[in-house]
């Protein structure tokens, strides 16, 4: 098991990182879908941030995964399925930021985002209302 301080912030904090994320990425998509901005007037910021705010996200999901309690299979499929996508998109946002250039994101037209909006609202609705088992019952108490 992990111990010690930055365990348990990274217990505590990576949920979080996580929903604002998604709640994030869905409002972006809503704005994209609203202005119909494309891919090449997106600024750069938004890609630092979520690969900062991405990996301490997928870092917690992948750790603590055990010391979820679910609430049915729904959502343990749903929790490795935004460690996927979460992952991937750390990755590609990176590379973005690497290369300096959105034309990675060229093969994603304006529609994807009606659809990319309906599931980042589901992961950040999810993300916002994950529980974690007490650290006592989790056996992931620090000494």
Do not use: C
């Given at each position: 098991?992990?111990?010690?301080?930055?365990?348990i912030?990274?217990?505590?904090?990576?949920?979080?990182?996580?929903a604002?994320?998604?709640?994030?990425?869905?409002?972006?998509?809503?704005?994209?879908?609203?202005?119909?901005?494309?891919?090449?007037?997106?600024?750069?910021?938004?890609?630092?941030?979520?690969?900062i705010?991405?990996?301490?996200?997928?870092?917690?999901?992948?750790?603590f995964?055990?010391?979820?309690?679910?609430?049915?299979?729904?959502?343990r499929?749903?929790?490795?399925l935004i460690?996927a996508?979460?992952?991937?998109?750390?990755v590609?946002?990176?590379?973005?930021?690497?290369?300096?250039?959105?034309?990675?994101?060229?093969?994603?037209?304006?529609?994807?985002?009606?659809?990319?909006a309906?599931?980042?609202?589901?992961?950040a609705?999810?993300?916002?209302?994950?529980?974690?088992?007490p650290?006592?019952?989790?056996g992931?108490?620090?000494?």
């Amino acid at each position: 098991m992990i111990q010690g301080r930055p365990h348990i912030l990274l217990r505590a904090n990576f949920a979080k990182a996580v929903a604002v994320i998604y709640t994030a990425g869905t409002v972006a998509h809503l704005l994209r879908l609203i202005y119909r901005f494309t891919w090449q007037e997106m600024p750069y910021f938004p890609d630092g941030i979520l690969s900062i705010l991405g990996t301490i996200g997928v870092a917690g999901l992948v750790l603590f995964a055990r010391e979820v309690d679910y609430r049915g299979a729904w959502e343990r499929v749903t929790h490795w399925l935004i460690v996927a996508h979460l992952g991937v998109s750390v990755v590609v946002h990176m590379w973005i930021l690497v290369v300096h250039s959105h034309e990675l994101l060229a093969p994603f037209s304006f529609s994807y985002s009606y659809f990319a909006a309906v599931y980042f609202a589901f992961f950040a609705w999810r993300s916002w209302t994950m529980r974690l088992v007490p650290l006592a019952a989790s056996g992931s108490e620090p000494e």
